[in-house]
């Protein structure tokens, strides 16, 4: 069965700063992998996502991650934090194995940033 | 068009109310789903809809009714819910329930209060 860890329910980083979350899956299989954004009150909205291409893949917002097959990591970065990020972040995981398939969330991350 | 729009965004009802969630996207999309969201916690998957048949329930109690009349809409129809099903619904939908590596897309949720 698939599953993800996200290590750190709240994370702080000042404007400007490098943003680093921090997510672990579990697989039997090459996983696909997910990052969401939810800002307060709304529907998620997808960042990005890994489904064995590129390692290091691009999204939106100036956010990337990378598939580290060795370490069963999928970590999200920004160089540079907005205040505009501040917003809740859910990594997800699924795979072709599942059948009628569902994505598998983590318990999300809080994104505060500090003027 | 690249949404899914979910109506209404707020809906309070009492125990005793029947009332209707519902979903709408118009990207050929041939699965959607409802997830619910507690307040700070990941979303649950409740139903999954394949070609407009339902494909998975969660367990999710007959209070909770869903329906799907077309490919491009889903409802939720709600009848005697008690206070703790007040949450967040989430509509999404995806190319179809087998091609996950496309990714979901989410709607902006209904907050429902069940007073």
């Known amino acids: 069965a698939q599953s993800v860890t996200q290590l750190g329910s709240h994370v702080s980083v000042s404007e400007g700063a490098l943003v680093l979350l921090r997510c672990n899956y579990s697989?039997?299989?090459?996983?696909?992998l997910f990052w969401y954004v939810q800002y307060p009150n709304q529907g998620l909205q997808l960042l990005l996502k890994?489904?064995?291409?590129?390692?290091l893949v691009k999204g939106i917002n100036g956010f990337e991650a990378e598939f580290k097959k060795s370490e069963t990591s999928f970590h999200l970065t920004k160089p540079s934090a907005h205040m505009s990020d501040a917003a809740e972040y859910f990594c997800a995981v699924s795979d072709d194995q599942t059948g009628a398939n569902n994505l598998f969330f983590g318990t999300g991350t809080r994104l505060t940033v500090i003027p | 068009d690249t949404e899914v729009t979910q109506t209404p965004k707020h809906l309070v009802m009492g125990m005793t109310n029947k009332k209707s969630l519902k979903c709408e996207q118009h990207?050929?999309?041939?699965?959607m789903y409802w997830y619910k969201q507690k307040a700070k916690k990941p979303p649950e998957l409740m139903f999954v809809?394949?070609?407009?048949?339902?494909?998975i329930n969660e367990s999710v109690p007959s209070r909770f009714s869903p329906e799907c009349p077309n490919s491009s809409l889903l409802n939720l129809h709600l009848h005697a819910l008690q206070p703790e099903d007040s949450a967040l619904y989430l509509c999404?939908?995806?190319?179809?329930?087998?091609?996950?590596?496309?990714?979901?897309?989410f709607g902006s949720g209904t907050r429902l209060t069940v007073v």
């Open positions: 990207m050929g999309h041939r699965a």
């Open positions: 999404a939908s995806s190319q179809d329930d087998r091609r996950i590596n496309y990714g979901y897309t």
């Open positions: 809809y394949s070609y407009e048949k339902l494909s």
């Open positions: 890994y489904t064995s291409a590129a390692t």
């Open positions: 697989s039997s299989v090459p996983p696909y």
